[in-house]
């Protein structure tokens, strides 16, 4: 007992000698020395910081010993970034920042080593949410569809999912709160399930992520970061609001943040609610509404040697499923057909600090609900005479049971050890995994009632050999096991035998980052990734409802394997960006489904089938901000993928070519009621897609203007933020090449004018 009391007060001894490590120092212009406030200085990994005051300085306690990196940002200024060792009692370090027209550097977290992507051998695309919100998409995912190299598959505008250099649904995978997102993401119209409120930024990696995420990051990740929590003893609260003019569209939240020394607490509130959106033709596409609720809060600790914080997101989407412009209404409620999804997600990520070591415990779960309500069609001659009140509790009960019901509940963890610094060598070990079960209680099914578990193991090293030369490796094992149950009775229409399949597979990464010169920077990866093969391509067999064909399914499906290479070259001085990027992804064993000749219910019979495939292409772009007119941006870029089966015959949703050029106005303003400003114009050119597979029709090119202003004002004592933004100007008729309502001839949005306001309280 004696020897456990002792072993106690040890332990307590060292996190308070611990807890009184400190840093302080001052932070300055390095052109004139003067003192620059509210500088942002901090440590990604201990996910600790502080900001500077009207002197410049500033103090972070309550640091653990151990050698760190060390960030400080600020507008205006080059980012800075560092490790500092920090040691017993106080610690000093003075920044010098570099003025630039250049905007901050962030941080990027989807990667395991926590570097600027100055730093990185993977390229990493990054964007602020705050950003892409100020272009008026009247969603997240429509947002992220700006970003170079990234397209979405759109049912509407309410449905939406991202794709990648040609790649979607399984074929990449998503992250919220530090963890996989489940959510039947196999279905075409099944969208990405999560509300912008509450997300910071986005990282997006182009290419495959197979060594750091497992199966479905093959053809990349995108990968949202919640906001933080308020600084140190702090509140933080703000209110907020967005109006669509063609959508009648109303979005609303509020948040409020505190933290004290130790607890740190969040709570934000949204809702988001629109009409059938109006096409470019002046008519509303029917049953096209939407509308959503979401609730996030979280809980943090942070003390010397031990952080953790826990998040929960509860997500209500009704949302319409569009067929054909008909009735003209502004009903704000979805109409038959309409999907209802519930949507729980309960994360928690907690860090251990050991000398210069730490282990990363993220935990979560993922409750999905996924409820479609279809139209019911009675054939029987003597339904068709019932009395209207009959047919009229008949489409109540329609509205009543949902003819497809599934419940999808994810369990996954994911541990990854930072083992100590060895000269230049920094390394990762990990293990990841998930536990899902699926269950159906609707009427209809489209995969079986299953059980997935995944288990696989990592290592991965950067070794940073000299200021201009750094690599990176890593190799990873990944274990998956499937077992579906029987649904129906053998040799009835509908059977679907029971299921067991294991897959396995090894994935390696290398990658290398070479400075040319100062200004100049080039890498290259070479990477490998896989996908098993989900439940609807290994058990489908039947009528699938909304793509009129008769799916059946291969049970003997192999895992997808694919080998990509890309090249990234990067110019870049003070006034000046250019980027170059290129890729190769061969896919052997590619999953595709095409038609078999036959038919079956009256309805064509298509069958999923393998063959290798290969995508290429890049992107390209140059980002001007000439001297002495700092305040102006000239920015232009041009993607372009090309994907096509050993046959030659062309990859289904292969987005066409688009070139993006802006011109953006940006101003600064220390004093006064008026502190920033910025204003912009695009034109957004997407090329002819004449290179369809046999589902598809060729695409005719169009030409989207947009434009848009805001700012940052202070009004009694509060600052807001103000935007006014305009797309698709001269109200164009079109019909993007990923939208799944192509085939039905209806066009995606007409002119739309988005006013939002965010009040800081």
Do not use: C
């Not at 986005?202 to 990740?221: F, R, T």
């Not at 489908?540 to 003997?556: A, C, L, M, V």
């Amino acid at each position: 007992m004696k020897k456990i009391l002792l072993s106690i007060l040890i332990m307590m001894t060292s996190i308070l000698a611990n807890s009184q490590n400190s840093l302080a120092g001052k932070i300055t212009d390095k052109e004139n020395g003067e003192a620059l406030e509210q500088v942002a200085i901090y440590f990604p990994q201990l996910e600790k910081g502080s900001v500077t005051n009207a002197s410049g300085e500033y103090k972070i306690n309550g640091l653990p010993t151990g050698t760190y990196k060390i960030v400080a940002s600020f507008i205006g200024f080059q980012t800075f970034s560092g490790n500092i060792t920090i040691e017993k009692g106080s610690n000093a370090l003075d920044i010098s920042l570099l003025p630039s027209a250049i905007e901050m550097e962030e941080v990027i977290v989807s990667t395991p080593f926590h570097k600027l992507q100055r730093e990185n051998v993977m390229k990493v695309e990054f964007a602020k949410l705050s950003s892409l919100k100020s272009q008026g998409a009247p969603t997240l995912v429509e947002g992220i569809g700006a970003i170079p190299g990234v397209d979405v598959v759109s049912t509407g505008v309410g449905i939406g999912k991202p794709v990648i250099r040609g790649l979607t649904s399984n074929r990449v995978l998503v992250y919220t709160q530090g963890i996989r997102l489940e959510n039947q993401q196999f279905g075409a119209e099944h969208g990405l399930g999560v509300n912008e409120a509450g997300i910071e930024s986005v990282e997006v990696i182009k290419g495959p992520a197979s060594l750091l995420y497992g199966s479905d990051a093959m053809g990349g990740v995108l990968y949202l970061n919640p906001e933080k929590f308020a600084s140190p003893n702090s509140t933080e609260g703000d209110v907020n609001f967005n109006y669509n003019s063609n959508t009648l569209g109303i979005s609303s939240g509020a948040g409020i943040r505190t933290s004290g020394e130790k607890f740190k607490y969040l709570l934000r509130l949204a809702t988001n609610n629109h009409v059938d959106y109006l096409s470019g033709d002046g008519n509303r596409v029917t049953n096209s509404r939407f509308n959503e609720k979401d609730l996030k809060v979280g809980l943090g600790y942070q003390a010397t040697t031990f952080k953790s914080d826990i998040r929960y997101n509860y997500n209500q989407s009704n949302l319409g499923i569009p067929e054909e412009v008909g009735l003209q209404t502004t009903s704000r409620t979805p109409d038959l057909p309409y999907q209802k999804l519930d949507n729980h997600i309960l994360s928690s990520n907690s860090k251990i600090f050991f000398n210069n070591s730490n282990l990363d415990i993220t935990l979560g779960y993922i409750g999905n609900n996924r409820k479609e309500f279809e139209d019911h069609d009675h054939h029987e001659e003597e339904e068709e005479i019932h009395e209207e009140e009959e047919e009229d509790h008949v489409e109540e009960e329609d509205h009543e049971e949902a003819a497809l019901d599934m419940k999808l509940n994810t369990f996954n963890y994911n541990l990854q050890y930072h083992l100590p610094k060895s000269g230049k060598f920094e390394t990762v070990v990990g293990m990841q995994g998930i536990y899902q079960t699926n269950k159906n209680y609707g009427e209809e099914i489209l995969i079986p009632d299953a059980t997935t578990q995944d288990i696989g193991f990592l290592g991965t090293t950067h070794f940073h050999l000299d200021q201009n030369n750094d690599f990176q490796v890593g190799l990873r094992y990944d274990h998956r096991q499937i077992d579906g149950k029987a649904y129906g009775l053998s040799g009835e229409e509908g059977y679907i035998a029971p299921l067991k399949r294991n897959f396995n597979s090894f994935n390696g990464a290398f990658g290398y980052k070479n400075n040319i010169s100062e200004q100049f920077t080039g890498r290259i990866n070479v990477a490998t990734g896989f996908r098993a093969p989900n439940l609807a391509e290994l058990t489908s067999y039947g009528t699938h409802e909304g793509t009129n064909r008769f799916e059946i399914g291969n049970r003997d499906l192999k895992n997808e394997q694919n080998l990509q290479i890309d090249l990234a070259l990067e110019f870049q001085n003070e006034h000046y960006e250019f980027f170059l990027n290129g890729f190769h992804n061969s896919i052997k064993d590619y999953i595709y489904i095409a038609p078999s000749g036959t038919v079956m219910d009256e309805t064509p019979v298509y069958n999923y089938l393998q063959q290798d495939a290969i995508l290429y292409g890049g992107e390209i772009g140059f980002h001007l901000h000439p001297h002495p007119y700092d305040w102006l941006h000239i920015e232009s870029s041009y993607q372009t993928v090309f994907g096509e089966l050993k046959s030659g015959e062309a990859l289904p949703l292969i987005p066409a070519n688009k070139l993006t050029n802006t011109l953006r106005v940006e101003f600064n303003n220390a004093k006064g009621w008026w502190l920033r400003s910025n204003a912009f114009v695009s034109l957004n050119t997407t090329f002819k897609q004449g290179k369809v597979s046999v589902f598809e029709t060729v695409t005719p090119g169009y030409s989207l203007l947009n434009a848009g202003l805001g700012g940052d004002i202070k009004f009694l004592k509060k600052s807001m933020n103000i935007t006014i933004s305009a797309n698709n100007l001269l109200d164009k008729q079109y019909i993007a090449h990923l939208s799944r309502l192509k085939s039905e001839d209806i066009l995606n949005m007409g002119r739309s004018v988005v006013v939002g306001l965010n009040i800081l309280l």
